[in-house]
């Protein structure tokens, strides 16, 4: 299983290109409308046979870097875990380099608040000027209980304070899942196993103190909601929230179009004001289209 990035044109946007054995190839949109099962991965496409799974750690990498426009193939029916996190993927787009393409880059901007709810978990986007996630989490155990990441997303702080962030487990639902012939893949090299003791497993222990477990939701969400089609301004908060309650929360704003507006900014990857942006016709742009 393989993964290799091609540049892309401006227009082009995230595109997953699944290269099938006889030589076929899937293609796959990144965007809302073309994920299929979130119950434990985000998945683009609705059948197995032709989707591509566990894509949030790299969308979140490629969101997080101003990455717009790429074409990606993948040998498999899922993104490599690499080693759970969004590093590995940081430090492959910083060795190759990006470029700046002369066109302007188009925002969604939450102008009112849309929210969802499911049991005691719920997610929201609120207005914001800026890019900001407030994620909480709740486990019924001491190792975890509550925790919460609360900051402003920029290249840096993604970098520095999410990206590896590795994914966690609990060893006895690990185990039934490989009984199940699923996850197959887990490891303690590429996630953070908790025992039936409430103790981390992994020899190397926490990579950020006792609260890696929220970054790394934190982590998701940034690659879930990647899958807009492009960057948002606005503040996405949730509490006990996962895969599925962020591509909901996502679905409903783009749903309601007197919720959001889709702006232009200067050609840059630096973060502007909103003061900066010019509100276009939201018709025009669709990236969340099929």
């Not at 409903?252 to 889709?262: H, K, N, R, T």
Request: with cysteine; hydrophobic share 45%.
């Amino acid at each position: 299983m393989s993964v290799t990035f091609l540049p892309a044109e401006a227009g082009t946007g995230i595109v997953f290109h699944r290269m099938h054995e006889n030589g076929d190839v899937t293609e796959l949109k990144a965007v809302s409308s073309q994920v299929g099962n979130t119950d434990l991965c985000t998945m683009l496409g609705f059948s197995p046979a032709t989707s591509v799974a566990t894509i949030e750690h790299l969308m979140a990498a490629l969101y997080a870097m101003g990455v717009d426009n790429v074409v990606i193939q993948v040998t498999g029916a899922e993104i490599p875990v690499m080693d759970g996190s969004s590093a590995p993927f940081i430090e492959a787009m910083e060795l190759a380099g990006t470029q700046t393409l002369g066109v302007k880059r188009r925002y969604i901007r939450v102008i009112k608040p849309v929210r969802i709810e499911a049991g005691n978990c719920w997610s929201e986007f609120v207005p914001h000027d800026g890019t900001r996630f407030e994620v909480e989490i709740d486990f019924p155990t001491p190792l975890i209980g509550k925790q919460s990441w609360k900051g402003e997303l920029t290249a840096a702080s993604f970098k520095n304070e999410l990206s590896r962030a590795r994914t966690f487990g609990f060893m006895r639902d690990v185990e039934r899942l490989w009984a199940a012939g699923l996850a197959l893949g887990s490891s303690l090299e590429n996630s953070v196993v908790i025992s039936d003791n409430d103790t981390v497993v992994n020899p190397e222990g926490l990579r950020y103190k006792g609260d890696e477990f929220v970054r790394h939701k934190t982590l998701d969400a940034v690659g879930d909601l990647a899958l807009a089609g492009a960057q948002f301004i606005g503040c996405y908060r949730s509490y006990r929230g996962g895969h599925k309650m962020n591509a909901l929360a996502l679905k409903a704003l783009l749903q309601d179009p007197s919720a959001y507006e889709v702006v232009e900014a200067p050609v840059s990857r630096q973060r502007v004001r909103a003061f900066e942006m010019i509100a276009v016709n939201a018709p025009e742009f669709a990236p969340w289209s099929a």
